[in-house]
């Protein structure tokens, strides 16, 4: 895994807000995929861990973007917590999988990944936390490899050309949608190095002078 993606550990992440603003918006559900690679290099979803979050205090909450979601946020049953705790229980088993693979540091994938990872660093930032375990500016935009892939870039007709079964009723949910971009990632990825697209050809180097 460390070699495929330059010593980064991809880790999908899907974020459900009370908004778009990520300064100012609530976090209400986060949800990360661990993946795993085999002997074959193929890559596939390990681990799933989702948390419902409490609105942080002053937070701002948007009603068409809980109408869109779903959320209520005041259901006993979300069975919520602190955004500072959630983050902690999120964060630690990707530092664990960024060793057990060899890796420097996670880099998030997700679909349109700068609006979720805005909303970790926001987070971040809120809740003091020293260093994140995400790469503060890179990441891999599903959305885009599979514009490059399929000609998709909606998530749910993404998956459909990819073959990959998708229910509408189930999205917008952060652990139904960071399954299926994760699922999409992976496909993507498999597909890449079934058309020999990588592991690199017996004399090939990778330049590394443009930098990270």
């Excluded at 460390?2 to 918006?25: I, K, S, W």
């Excluded at 976090?27 to 390990?46: C, F, I, S």
């Excluded at 930032?125 to 490899?145: E, G, V, Y």
């Excluded at 399954?179 to 020999?196: P, Q, S």
Aim: with cysteine; glycine share 8%; charged share 25%.
């Amino acid at each position: 895994m460390a070699e495929r993606f330059r010593g980064f550990l991809p880790v999908v992440v899907d974020v459900e807000t009370g908004g778009f603003n990520a300064r100012t918006d609530a976090l209400l559900e986060v949800t990360a995929v661990l993946l795993e690679m085999d002997e074959h290099g193929t890559l596939r979803v390990d681990e799933v861990i989702t948390r419902h979050i409490e609105p942080f205090p002053g937070a701002n909450l948007e009603q068409a973007a809980l109408d869109f979601t779903g959320i209520d946020v005041d259901d006993p049953e979300r069975d919520s917590c602190e955004e500072s705790i959630a983050l902690s229980e999120l964060f630690q088993p990707i530092r664990q999988a960024v060793r057990r693979h060899g890796c420097t540091r996670a880099t998030m994938v997700a679909h349109n990944a700068h609006f979720d990872l805005g909303f970790i660093n926001a987070a971040v930032a809120r809740n003091q936390i020293k260093r994140a375990p995400f790469h503060a500016f890179s990441c891999f935009d599903t959305a885009t490899l599979a514009g490059l892939a399929y000609g998709q870039t909606v998530l749910a007709k993404a998956c459909i050309a990819a073959g990959i079964g998708f229910d509408n009723k189930a999205a917008h949910s952060a652990e139904y949608d960071a399954v299926k971009t994760a699922e999409l990632f992976c496909t993507i990825v498999n597909r890449w190095r079934d058309l020999g697209g990588w592991p690199l050809a017996d004399g090939d180097d990778q330049d590394d002078s443009k930098g990270d």
